[in-house]
T-cell receptor
Framework: EDQVTQSPEALRLQEGESSSLNCSYT??????LFWYRQDPGKGPEFLFT???AGEEKEKERLKATLTKKESFLHITAPKPEDSATYLC???????????FGPGTRLSVLP | DGGITQSPKYLFRKEGQNVTLSCEQN?????MYWYRQDPGQGLRLIYY???????QKGDIAEGYSVSREKKESFPLTVTSAQKNPTAFYLC???????????FGEGSRLTVL
């Protein structure tokens, strides 16, 4: 059974304090790994897709990386507007289904 | 602009009533999904559909029903058989095959 876990559950950073969020997964065959940002009361906003180990994607202060067992979302010099819940999801090779992790709730304090 | 529209954004229901949540997309996506989100939990799949007139149960389909009569539309009915329907419901769509999902803004259902 495909599974996704995320750590930490919650993270509080000072503005400018870089850190990383972790997404660990077990999947029978990885078709894709996805990162989303979700603001309170809103739908998830797509950030990145990673398809194979060693792949990296960047967008502004965010950088996503992928290994065979986990993915990291690195946040460099975060700002208060980066505060949100970050969700990780995987899609396997055998179906159209996606499995989501519980998310990491990030707070960036000014 | 292309996107996914969910309505209503907020809905209140009395126990014993069925309610239908609307989801419309103009992204020309074949696949559409309904997820339920509860505080502190990941998104859980209710139903998904890969083509018109066909849909599959997800992990928590009991007490829910769907239809897919048009490519653009995938309404979800929360029936009175759903024991704990108060939740945030998210509709998503995507292309068949590998690739990301795109989400609507969600519908929050509260049972009084």
């Amino acid at each position: 059974e495909d599974q996704v876990t995320q750590s930490p559950e919650a993270l509080r950073l000072q503005e400018g304090e870089s850190s990383s969020l972790n997404c660990s997964y077990t999947v029978s065959g990885l078709r894709g790994l996805f990162w989303y940002r979700q603001d309170p009361g809103k739908g998830p906003e797509f950030l990145f897709t990673l398809y194979s180990a060693g792949e990296e994607k960047e967008k502004e202060r965010l950088k996503a990386t992928l290994t065979k067992k986990e993915s990291f979302l690195h946040i460099t010099a975060p700002k208060p507007e980066d505060s949100a819940t970050y969700l990780c999801a995987v899609q396997d090779n055998y179906g159209q289904n996606f499995v989501f992790g519980p998310g990491t709730r990030l707070s960036v304090l000014p | 602009d292309g996107g996914i529209t969910q309505s209503p954004k907020y809905l209140f229901r009395k126990e014993g009533q069925n309610v239908t949540l609307s989801c419309e997309q103009n992204l020309n996506h074949d696949a559409m999904y309904w997820y339920r989100q509860d505080p502190g939990q990941g998104l859980r799949l209710i139903y998904y559909s890969q083509i018109v007139n066909d849909f599959q149960k997800g992990d928590i389909a009991e007490g829910y029903s769907v239809s897919r009569e048009k490519k653009e539309s995938f309404p979800l009915t929360v029936t009175s058989a759903q024991k704990n329907p108060t939740a945030f419901y998210l509709c998503a769509s995507g292309l068949q095959g590998p690739g990301e999902l795109f989400f609507g803004e969600g519908s929050r259902l509260t049972v009084l």
